[in-house]
């Protein structure tokens, strides 16, 4: 089955190419879109075999996972899979997440060891995925995480419109408004970034709320 690896990237010249390097054993095209780093994200990421998109201005995650699905699609694969561009997705991961599509999902999730997480981070990430499922009740226990793949179909029922980091809801909102057949694939993130994620998980909250109502 067609595979391809969307990975958004900003400011990963450091990380991108083992990224691009490790995902490419497993699929048979990665594309890495540039949102407007000021390093050498995309000539690393060329490098390593991956094809790029860029643009000039940094418009956020959900801008540039929107523009690397148009581009997945266009190319009519069978599944389409996403992973951020930091390390923190292994991509050792991506037959599993092949192997759940091939077993019948319509799209798969990525679910997190948060063991060695902060307390805060735990708590948050238990809090926001009760609410997101308490709004659009999927079932899905990791909403915040980014490593998901789909089937070509269900990709192109997705409605994404967040530019930032309320694309996961966007995901979420889509599985459960198209009732996809949702599977899940724990993983263990092996490094840890600390991002202020608090605030975030208010926005994007409320975010999915608006859309939902």
Avoid at 119 to 131: A, Q
């Amino acid at each position: 089955m067609k595979t391809i690896a969307i990975i958004p990237a900003y400011n990963e010249g450091k990380r991108i190419a083992n990224t691009v390097l490790k995902t490419k054993k497993h699929v048979d095209k990665v594309i890495v879109v540039d949102d407007g780093s000021t390093d050498n994200t995309t000539s690393v990421a060329r490098k390593s075999g991956a094809e790029v998109i860029r643009y000039e201005i940094n418009r956020g995650k959900g801008y540039a996972t929107r523009i690397g699905l148009k581009k997945a699609v266009s190319m009519r694969p069978d599944i389409i899979i996403f992973l951020d561009a930091d390390g923190q997705h292994d991509p050792r991961y991506v037959p599993v997440f092949i192997d759940e599509i091939k077993n019948g999902a319509d799209y798969v999730y990525g679910k997190r060891d948060l063991s060695k997480y902060p307390f805060s981070r735990k708590i948050g990430n238990f809090g926001l995925s009760l609410l997101t499922n308490m709004l659009c009740p999927t079932g899905i226990l990791d909403t915040e995480c980014g490593y998901r793949a789909l089937t070509l179909n269900s990709a192109k029922k997705l409605s994404l419109k967040d530019d930032r980091y309320g694309v996961e809801m966007d995901f979420a909102y889509s599985a459960w408004k198209n009732k996809f057949k949702i599977s899940m694939v724990s993983i263990i993130v092996p490094v840890f970034h600390k991002k202020s994620a608090m605030m975030r998980g208010f926005r994007n909250f409320f975010y999915l709320l608006k859309r939902r109502f």
